[in-house]
């Protein structure tokens, strides 16, 4: 039932429907060397683009789009942008490097669906309700799109991994993207049979997950 000015009962989820959306979010993990080749099928991908498409933004100023990139020789030209930036950011853990360079961090080659997706840093045009004070606004929308997608993909078994090792420069150049356009995120997309049951970089002693508690503040930063 929706009442005249469009609002709807905010009806309780079912205990099964609760534990699912916590299953999504906790069972959601970063994807780089799972990915099985069989294609995505366009339905599903259609699911989870219109999984971002609802996610919220900054004076529903929908800044995104979503590229998909098809064209092999084009992933391969990606792929060498990756491996340059990332050769130089091993060199930023001298300590660890050894383990940094064990890490794989991409799987642009071997997932089925590749997917930038954008912020259009002019969508809506000069001033946009909640963004005149903080123009990051727009970007954090799109992140916002890229979890819902993220967390999307994890229910329907399929896996996604954020790549960021590039210089801005090298994606905008190669997906001919104009200088008003940030790419946010680069995901590798497709089917997986196992996922880690706890991040990959703790898995393999890179980092650890933070325990909650130290996180949660009251009312002021706490003085040094
Ligand atoms: C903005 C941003 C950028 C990146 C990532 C994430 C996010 C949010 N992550 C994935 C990241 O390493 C991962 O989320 C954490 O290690 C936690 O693991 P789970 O996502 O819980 O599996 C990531 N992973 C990777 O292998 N290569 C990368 O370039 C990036 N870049």
Known sequence: MTDACGLAPAGLFSNAERAAVYRAIRERRDVRGQFRPDPVDPATLRRLLQAAHDA????????WNFILIRDAALRGRIH???ASANAE?????????????????????????????????TRGGAHVLGRTHDPATDLYSTA??????????????????WVSIFRPDDLRGLLHLPDHVVPVAYLCIGHVTELYRQPELQSRGWAARLPLDELILEDRWPAS
């Open 144 to 161: 916002c799109a890229v979890q819902n997608l993220w967390l999307a993909a994890r229910a329907e078994g399929i896996g996604v991994g």
């Open 56 to 63: 919220p933004s900054v004076g529903l100023s929908q800044p």
């Open 89 to 121: 950011a091993a060199d930023r853990f001298p300590d660890r490097k050894a383990l940094y360079s064990s890490l794989k961090l991409e799987g642009i080659l071997q997932a089925p669906v590749n997917l930038c997706i954008t912020c259009d840093r």
């Open 80 to 82: 060498d942008a990756f």
